[in-house]
């Protein structure tokens, strides 16, 4: 299972994103350009140790990316119909989170095999980007097995 962030904007949740992956065992790839400078010391503080228990990938642009994607792409939306329960994952997708102000731009979205939604509170627009991961990873994690024990 991997977790990919598409040109994220915000350090702190690439770093909280980063933690949350070494806790799972999951790898990240990391689609540039990055709004912020990759080595920025808020990413590091949010990362923390942990940085150095996840095994991620910084791919150039969008299509690096797709070149090495392997499995399928699932993207994470609020505009999505089906929601991350009710879709089976398998061990070998890929989770696709957009970016933190505008999501995917449409190409980026026809690309993707299946696109799921965390269901939220009608009353409210969106959960913050590194929590959205965490709940999306789990159910996967969870659905194939791959919780760690």
């Known amino acids: 299972m991997r977790i990919a962030l598409y040109q994220p904007e915000i350090p702190g949740n690439v770093g909280a994103i980063l933690r949350l992956?070494?806790?799972?065992?999951?790898?990240?790839?990391?689609?540039?350009?990055?709004?912020?400078?990759?080595?920025?010391?808020r990413l590091k503080r949010a990362g923390m140790d942990y940085i150095s228990h996840v095994k991620f990938v910084r791919h150039r642009d969008w299509a690096a990316f797709c070149?090495?994607?392997?499995?399928?792409?699932?993207?994470?939306?609020?505009?999505?119909?089906?929601?991350?329960?009710?879709?089976?994952?398998?061990?070998?997708?890929?989770?696709?989170?957009g970016q933190e102000s505008a999501g995917v731009p449409d190409t980026v979205r026809e690309r993707c095999d299946a696109q799921v939604r965390i269901p939220l509170n009608p009353a409210v627009r969106s959960l913050n980007i590194s929590v959205a991961t965490g709940i999306a990873l789990s159910e996967a994690l969870r659905q194939t097995g791959n919780l760690p024990a």
């Open 21 to 41: 992956a070494a806790c799972f065992s999951a790898g990240v790839d990391i689609i540039e350009p990055c709004g912020f400078i990759f080595s920025d010391t």
């Open 67 to 97: 070149e090495a994607l392997t499995g399928r792409l699932i993207l994470l939306s609020s505009k999505a119909q089906t929601r991350h329960t009710d879709f089976e994952f398998a061990s070998d997708d890929t989770l696709l989170m």
